[in-house]
């Protein structure tokens, strides 16, 4: 059970839109529509704001949007803000109830 | 409102058991609708799910902890806990609990330091 990879960091002016890939296996990410994702600040406990690939919780701005594509999450965030920068990570199911997260990615507003 | 709180020891010597609990408010533990997990992050890198419990008793623990690792319920006090033992530097880390599937609650966090 490996983790899933991401880029160590992305970054995007206020207003501009980025994007975080999240790529697994046909075990976990590819395997089945269970992708969640997590926004840490620093100090902080995660928080979710993706879940099951697309769907946002109530509350998390419509700013963030989910996909997958075969063995690829990915989580777009439009209309990049200041309190935008943070930690973001991905979580796959990877079967019989286990789980695995991605390496992290860290997220500047320039 | 759901809340979860980890308690427990901030320090632990090489080689011995890490102990660990979480104490849920607001929701039963036993509802039968989620799990309950644990995961921790070393300082400065990434998540790493440990393992998790259902009020059935079923646990499902990473592969690469399972060995060291347990986590059950305490039901009468709507808590569960987790147990690694044979702690190393390298199982430093915050540690935190949470529901599953979904992992939408967490708790604050607790760090632990391995050190004798």
């Known amino acids: 059970q490996s983790a899933l990879t991401q880029p160590r960091s992305v970054s995007g002016s206020p207003g501009q839109s980025v994007t975080i890939s999240c790529t697994g296996t046909?075990?976990?990410?590819?395997?089945?529509?269970?992708v969640s994702w997590y926004q840490q600040h620093p100090g902080k406990a995660p928080k979710l704001i993706i879940y099951?690939?697309?769907e946002r919780p109530s509350g998390v701005p419509d700013r963030f949007s989910g996909s997958k594509s075969g063995n690829t999450a990915s989580l777009t965030i439009s209309g990049l803000q200041a309190e935008d920068e943070a930690d973001f990570y991905c979580?796959?199911?990877?079967?019989?109830?286990?789980?695995?997260f991605g390496t992290g990615t860290k997220v500047t507003v320039l | 409102q759901v809340q979860l709180q980890e308690s427990g020891p901030g320090l632990v010597k090489p080689s011995e058991t890490l102990s660990l609990t979480c104490t849920v408010s607001?929701?039963?533990?036993?509802?039968?609708?989620?799990?309950w997990g644990w995961i921790r992050q070393p300082p400065g890198k990434g998540l790493e799910w440990i393992g998790s419990v259902h009020y059935s008793g079923a646990t499902y623990y990473n592969p690469s902890l399972k060995n060291r690792v347990t986590i059950f319920m305490e039901m009468s006090e709507n808590q569960f806990s987790l147990k690694l033992n044979s702690v190393t530097a390298a199982d430093a880390a915050v540690y935190y609990c949470?529901?599953?599937?979904?992992?939408?609650?967490w708790g604050q966090g607790t760090l632990v330091t391995v050190s004798s």
């Open positions: 949470a529901r599953l599937r979904t992992f939408d609650l």
């Open positions: 046909s075990n976990d990410v590819g395997g089945y529509n269970y």
């Open positions: 607001g929701a039963s533990i036993g509802s039968g609708i989620y799990h």
């Open positions: 099951d690939v697309t």
């Open positions: 979580c796959s199911y990877a079967g019989t109830y286990t789980y695995v």
